[in-house]
């Protein structure tokens, strides 16, 4: 290290820490020193900024007591997301961990307000994909006006993980009033559905494995909760509500049908399809009403008021092609069936395993 | 499948459905159907049963303005746990999973409250070792006083994961009056820590890669609400805590020193360290200031309050050998210098990397 004249050349001397890799994720990422922080100061603030998380606590605190004056209940979900690939048409792992988590605190009537991400990074994951996803992380809060306010994060060796997955946990305020549940389903009662199925699932499909499709598919990753105040806007007497997501419609139908205790029976004629969806579900052999929807959610409302609910969700951007898709009845309680095209009924069996694994 | 006779033996027909394998987890157990159903009623449920989790929504609903009135501030926190292995002396990650996020919100002066969790399963993992990790949850959520409320699961490919990942997110609620925080940190505070250091980073040492000590160590993993709530008893006034989690106490500090714009300085001869743990940390030449702890805190607290706040730790079962572990200065802000046994001074690096990957 001396140069020709025996003096020390300081700016050649090297210290034997790790190196600092820019480009991608190393296992001390996840180390909670130096690396860490680096991280997330380069990455995660950046993309997340808010007085609250800017604070840097092990938590976070915050005032809700307004927020809950006057009869409002918390509601909290958590989900992990382990879609893979990690991006698809229309979205990412990082719209899916917002949009998710805030339909499914949206699904109990709440209006979502703060969310937990938490990220298991698998090493070499390249550090601009991270900022990709967290960047789709901020803009879906941003969307769904919900702030991210803590988080953590941990690196796994290579080969222990599948470049990144993502959990958030949600907690947002149900308004008074507002008391959804299978216990208030009854015969006679209608099934809505939002929207065209199976969109999500096909539209990551279309990106696994090497298949393509010849017309587009685009997931339909949406938050829900506007939609839900929409429909709440017009009949505070909403019964249920269910995003059918992984399991799809056939899954959600089944929960319901098993927690209320009571029958459902859809119509086929009724169920909204996409026609490049419809294509290639039937290219692989897939039943739509089994494909996961990130974007959908199903609705039991009364029968009185299902014109009402079915015209404000038509009206709202996520609802456009809501539908009467049923009706719940005192008959099978427990089980799915349906009308078929050809007058007959069939049951539609909760699937057992997975039709298509890790889509959310 | 005709028999001699020509009729059709229905008994030895068999049907294309997926094997229900009932020893390993397999990718069906995370597709939200039959399988994750029978998932969740035979693992999850009994071991965490209680009336809201029970409802089985896709998020929870719970009263908490009565928590909240009078000025209770909503504390919220989140960690995934990515311990390696599952088991160690002393814990599992079920106990981290429930501790670590308890002991998060109680760094904040929070009374933890409810806990969400959500697995990440690699496919193979055998089903009675889930059953055991959320055995070691349920227990550890009834020690602290928390109830697990929802959850999630989720199935990846053997290869992706390793065996288990867990999630939690916290909600707690922090009494009117406290509020700590590194704004209220000022040079003439003292430092606590609450017991020895390096337990949990050693015992998981102990069992990994066929390493062996002998004298056994043991995780120190442990709910340090009821310590804080001792600690506030006698001093509403605590200025600043922290859980010298991964990167140890000296990335606790280093952490406290940079947030709060002061200098911290400690004794080494006051660094309480087991003799087992000191034996092992210098065989294998770590440094315990380095080293995870899951049951232990860093407190700052005013100089004159030190005394009767030692009083109220060392009368708590996780706070028996608390100490005086250095003070606050003015000078060198956002650094943390240690007082050498023999009289010199050194700076005590925050850590960049991972000295110990996958303590927690």
Sequence with gaps: MADAGGAIDVARLVCPTPVRERERVILGHGGGGTLSHELIEQVFLPAFANPVLDRLGDSCVLDAADLLAGGGRLAISTDSYVVRPLTFPGGTIGDLAVNGTVNDLAMSGARPLWLTAAFIIEEGLPIAELAEIAGCMARAARAAGVAIVTGDTKVVERGHGDGCYVNTAGIGIVPPGVALGPE?????????????????????????????????????????????????????????????????????????????????????????????????????????????????????????????????????????????????????????????????????????????????
Tied chains: 1, 2.
Excluded: W, Y
């Design 184 to 360: 208030r389903v009854r015969p006679g009662d209608v099934v809505l559905v939002s929207g065209t199925l199976a969109d999500h699932g096909m539209a990551v499909m279309s990106v696994r494995d090497g298949l393509e499709f010849d017309a587009p598919i685009s997931s339909d990753t949406a938050p829900l909760h506007g939609l839900v105040a929409a429909m709440l806007s017009v009949c505070r007497d909403l019964k249920m509500l269910r995003d059918p997501t992984r399991g799809g419609v056939a899954t959600s139908l089944a929960e319901i049908a098993t927690l209320a205790r009571v029958g459902i029976e859809i119509d086929e004629e009724a169920i909204p399809v996409a026609s490049p969806v419809a294509a290639a579900c039937e290219l692989l052999g897939l039943d739509p009403l089994l494909v996961a929807n990130e974007g959908k959610l199903l609705a039991v409302v009364p029968a009185t008021h299902a014109d009402p609910v079915l015209g404000a969700m038509r009206r709202h951007e996520h609802g456009r092609d809501a539908v009467r898709l049923g009706r719940v009845v005192a008959a099978h309680p427990g089980l799915v069936a349906m009308r078929t095209a050809l007058g007959g009924t069939r049951i539609v069996p909760m699937p057992i395993g997975e039709q298509l694994p890790r889509m959310c």
